[in-house]
């Protein structure tokens, strides 16, 4: 087969290995903090601070909750990187935002953070402080889930069907899983453009 088929047939095997349990359990969640009035802190690096950012504009517009990326500043970001140095950066950032017990944390992320491993170091450390405040902590990640898999209260974990295709993988279901919970009946309070044009 070619790259192309391999690819496409990867992705059906991924969708076949979600575990819809963990999405149900990750809809139920966000309902919960937006009838509290909650808000919600997207994080993530790299290809997830791309999503952060997109996940922003879709749960504000269409499920009417409240919500954050510490991605979306560029200059804050890298002045808080520049002096409370890069594994604080998103734990700082939540503090200023006065992050609590009625908010969640949302993370976009291929392995989850690892502080053993010293990879994705300020997610771990944004976690923690999560945990600390009593904030809701969610993520769609990738391999075994790493430190957001260990701690999230409602956390999916995008199957390895293929370990030279874990990143791509689940960088692309983060948009559709999210994608699905913003669209999702229970979630959605606002009608989308072309859905709406007859």
């Excluded at 349990?21 to 809809?27: A, G, H, L, P, Q």
């Excluded at 999503?51 to 200059?75: L, T, W």
């Excluded at 300020?122 to 075994?144: H, M, P």
Aim: overall charge negative.
């Amino acid at each position: 087969m070619s790259y192309v088929q391999d690819y496409l047939k990867e992705v059906k095997s991924v969708v076949d290995k979600l575990d819809q349990t963990s999405i149900e359990k990750m809809v139920d969640l966000i309902i919960h903090i937006r009838e509290n009035k909650g808000r919600m802190f997207f994080l993530g690096v790299g290809g997830g601070a791309g999503n952060a950012s997109h996940a922003v504009n879709d749960f504000r517009k269409i499920a009417g909750i409240e919500s954050y990326s510490p991605c979306d500043n560029v200059s804050e970001l890298t002045a808080r990187t520049n002096d409370q140095g890069w594994d604080n950066t998103f734990s700082e950032w939540l503090k200023g935002s006065r992050l609590n017990d009625n908010d969640g944390v949302f993370v976009f992320s291929v392995g989850g953070g690892n502080a053993e491993k010293n990879i994705s170091t300020n997610l771990v450390r944004a976690l923690e402080y999560s945990k600390q405040v009593g904030a809701k902590i969610l993520g769609i990640v990738g391999r075994d889930g790493g430190y957001t898999g260990k701690v999230g209260d409602a956390c999916v974990i995008v199957p390895t069907v293929n370990s030279s295709t874990v990143t791509p993988h689940t960088e692309s279901f983060q948009g559709v899983i999210w994608h699905l919970i913003v669209s999702h009946p229970r979630v959605q309070v606002s009608e989308m453009k072309w859905e709406s044009v007859k």
